[in-house]
């Protein structure tokens, strides 16, 4: 019974935590009376058993939501029943606890003095909460909330607890940003009741699998699209939970890509983050609108304009304005400081989310390091981390060392202080112009080779397309202008306007 045996010295250690935390004399934030009711209701009616598993789920002693440990113990024994899908009633359930050794360890009750009935131990415990707790399967749900409410009261004391303990250590290694960091963190772990242990039960995952499968994929792909055609059909979109790094020479379209794929997101109705520690705001819109409009982005900047374009451009942005697009251009920022505002957004939007960093070796690290290499890990790697926890897709652009070249098709290893950039990321594109023309007449529309060097469980390889570097936008090679912009009007409510096309045949 090593399992068991673990999960009982578990709920003792936590006891006992718990009375540390509180021996200030403070009473913790508890609820025994909605336990004992829920675990009645629940040795009675399938249906507050399966409400209950649904709205608590498959708990570890760590994270049990009763604050009493017998009641943790019972629970735990219906839903070793469950996994089993074996009956739930008062005797599958004493025998499961004496399988666990832990049916001594059973206490319900109350003292008499608080105008209880006494404490009942044991078997007797179990009799009790079908016949003298207040049982009732009609207040089910109200019992559970109010469970879920103290465990998340008793959770932020404890976070805060910590917080405060390691803020007054100050022989720690930690800085004051980190602990603030990972506060913030478990904190919002509390506010949204996520396990904050490692392993858990596959049974939610099994659902959601289940879940997918049986959605219909829009377009054919999980991800978002990219706007070229064979490339999606290659990637399957950029994924969601996973970082996606976008590497090129500097100057080569990289920022242009990630608003493209910005603005297919934002078509399809979700919403879009991107921390630019290069460019302007002002500058990232511009080639949004340039997109948009078919309108050369310098003559947008130079406000080169026709009495009509003004007209259509002010119009353009009216609409455009009604994007959910959120910008920070602040410049110096650390991965705290993105973990931070990307949350105070992503807590305001409805849909799944778009994260782009623009671009990775601009973002600083905390603390010192021992190489610039490592610093540039770590910050990836915490980036990841950042992605996978708030299940957004991401674009994270990236530089090729100084010693990468157009003339050669580009490998991992010109990935600029790339330390371990290659093995954390599920998927790398390469931006490679095998054919590029310094002149800046020709070079209005460049073919380029979108190279997925790499794609964790699907294929790899390139895909030909054009850059129509004026106006910011990537297409599928040879094609028009015109046949992607109605190719776009069928999927959102701010139409693209016509504007001059330039094709190679133009040169």
Same mark, same amino acid.
């Given at each position: 019974?090593?399992?068991?045996?673990?999960?009982?010295?578990?709920?003792?250690?936590?006891?006992?935590?718990?009375? #540390?935390?509180?021996?200030?004399?403070?009473?913790?934030?508890?609820?025994?009376?909605?336990? *004992?009711?829920?675990?009645?209701?629940?040795?009675?009616?399938?249906?507050?058993?399966?409400?209950?598993?649904?709205?608590?789920?498959?708990?570890?002693?760590?994270?049990?939501?009763?604050?009493?440990?017998?009641?943790?113990?019972?629970?735990? $024994?219906?839903?070793?029943?469950?996994?089993?899908?074996?009956?739930?009633?008062?005797?599958?359930?004493?025998?499961?606890?004496?399988?666990?050794?832990?049916?001594?360890?059973?206490?319900?009750?109350?003292?008499?003095?608080?105008?209880?009935?006494?404490?009942?131990?044991?078997?007797?415990? %179990?009799?009790?909460?079908?016949?003298?707790?207040?049982?009732?399967?009609?207040?089910?749900?109200?019992?559970?909330?109010?469970?879920?409410?103290?465990?998340?009261?008793?959770?932020?004391?404890?976070?805060?607890? #910590?917080?405060?303990?390691?803020?007054?250590?100050?022989?720690?290694?930690?800085?004051?940003?980190?602990?603030?960091?990972?506060?913030?963190?478990?904190?919002?772990? $509390?506010?949204?009741?996520?396990?904050?242990?490692?392993?858990?039960?596959?049974?939610?995952?099994?659902?959601?699998?289940?879940?997918?499968?049986?959605?219909?994929?829009?377009?054919?792909?999980?991800?978002?699209?990219?706007?070229?055609?064979?490339?999606?059909?290659?990637?399957?979109?950029?994924?969601?939970?996973?970082?996606?790094?976008?590497?090129?020479?500097?100057?080569?379209?990289?920022?242009?890509?990630?608003?493209?794929?910005?603005?297919?997101?934002?078509? #399809?109705?979700?919403?879009?983050?991107?921390?630019?520690?290069?460019?302007?705001?002002?500058?990232?819109?511009?080639?949004?609108?340039?997109?948009?409009?078919?309108?050369?982005?310098?003559?947008?900047?130079?406000?080169?304009?026709?009495?009509?374009?003004?007209?259509?451009?002010?119009?353009?942005?009216?609409? %455009?304005?009604? %994007?959910?697009?959120?910008?920070?251009? @602040?410049?110096?920022?650390?991965?705290?400081?993105?973990?931070?505002?990307?949350?105070?957004?992503?807590?305001?939007?409805?849909?799944?989310?778009?994260?782009?960093?623009?671009?990775?070796?601009?973002?600083?690290?905390?603390?010192?390091? *021992?190489?610039? *290499?490592?610093?540039?890990?770590?910050?990836?790697?915490?980036?990841?981390?950042?992605?996978?926890?708030?299940?957004?897709?991401?674009?994270?652009?990236?530089?090729?060392?100084?010693?990468?070249?157009?003339?050669?098709?580009?490998?991992?290893?010109?990935?600029?202080?790339?330390?371990?950039?290659?093995?954390?990321?599920? @998927?790398?594109?390469?931006?490679?112009?095998?054919? #590029?023309?310094?002149?800046?007449?020709?070079?209005?529309?460049?073919?380029?080779?979108?190279?997925?060097?790499?794609?964790?469980?699907?294929?790899?390889?390139?895909?030909?397309?054009?850059?129509?570097?004026?106006?910011?936008?990537?297409?599928?090679?040879?094609?028009?202008?015109?046949?992607?912009?109605?190719?776009?009007?069928?999927?959102?409510?701010?139409?693209?306007?016509?504007?001059?096309?330039?094709?190679?045949?133009?040169?």
């Amino acid at each position: 019974m090593p399992e068991k045996y673990d999960t009982l010295k578990r709920l003792r250690e936590i006891d006992e935590r718990r009375q #540390r935390l509180y021996s200030g004399g403070l009473v913790p934030p508890q609820a025994v009376d909605a336990e *004992e009711a829920l675990l009645g209701a629940m040795l009675i009616d399938k249906g507050s058993q399966n409400r209950a598993f649904s709205m608590i789920g498959p708990r570890t002693s760590d994270d049990s939501p009763f604050y009493r440990e017998g009641n943790s113990l019972i629970y735990f $024994a219906m839903l070793s029943l469950a996994d089993r899908q074996e009956g739930i009633d008062l005797l599958t359930v004493k025998n499961e606890l004496l399988r666990m050794n832990a049916l001594d360890k059973v206490r319900c009750g109350s003292h008499p003095a608080d105008g209880g009935h006494g404490y009942f131990d044991g078997v007797d415990a %179990l009799v009790y909460l079908t016949t003298h707790s207040l049982v009732t399967t009609v207040n089910v749900e109200s019992y559970i909330r109010t469970i879920l409410d103290k465990h998340m009261r008793r959770k932020i004391i404890e976070i805060s607890e #910590r917080g405060k303990l390691a803020a007054y250590d100050n022989a720690g290694e930690l800085l004051g940003a980190d602990i603030a960091d990972w506060q913030m963190n478990d904190l919002m772990d $509390a506010v949204t009741d996520r396990e904050q242990t490692g392993a858990k039960h596959a049974r939610a995952a099994w659902d959601e699998l289940w879940k997918e499968i049986q959605t219909p994929a829009p377009d054919g792909m999980r991800g978002i699209p990219t706007g070229i055609f064979a490339f999606d059909d290659m990637m399957g979109g950029i994924r969601f939970g996973e970082e996606t790094v976008v590497a090129a020479l500097t100057s080569r379209g990289k920022t242009a890509f990630a608003t493209q794929v910005a603005r297919e997101h934002m078509d #399809r109705g979700g919403w879009v983050f991107v921390t630019s520690l290069e460019t302007k705001a002002t500058k990232l819109l511009l080639r949004i609108l340039a997109a948009e409009m078919g309108i050369e982005n310098r003559a947008l900047e130079r406000g080169d304009l026709s009495t009509q374009e003004f007209v259509d451009v002010k119009q353009a942005i009216q609409r %455009l304005k009604g %994007l959910p697009l959120y910008i920070d251009d @602040s410049g110096s920022r650390t991965p705290f400081d993105i973990r931070t505002e990307l949350r105070r957004v992503a807590s305001k939007q409805k849909g799944q989310g778009l994260v782009i960093f623009d671009y990775l070796q601009l973002i600083g690290g905390v603390g010192k390091f *021992e190489s610039r *290499e490592r610093e540039v890990t770590t910050v990836n790697r915490q980036l990841r981390a950042m992605v996978k926890d708030f299940d957004v897709a991401n674009l994270t652009l990236s530089q090729f060392n100084r010693g990468a070249k157009d003339d050669r098709e580009p490998s991992m290893s010109d990935l600029r202080e790339s330390g371990a950039i290659e093995q954390d990321a599920r @998927s790398i594109i390469f931006l490679h112009y095998p054919y #590029r023309n310094e002149d800046p007449v020709v070079r209005r529309v460049e073919p380029v080779a979108l190279i997925l060097a790499k794609n964790d469980g699907g294929q790899v390889g390139k895909v030909e397309c054009d850059f129509h570097k004026h106006l910011c936008r990537f297409t599928e090679h040879g094609s028009t202008l015109d046949s992607v912009a109605m190719r776009r009007q069928g999927l959102t409510s701010v139409q693209p306007i016509a504007g001059p096309e330039v094709t190679e045949d133009a040169f």
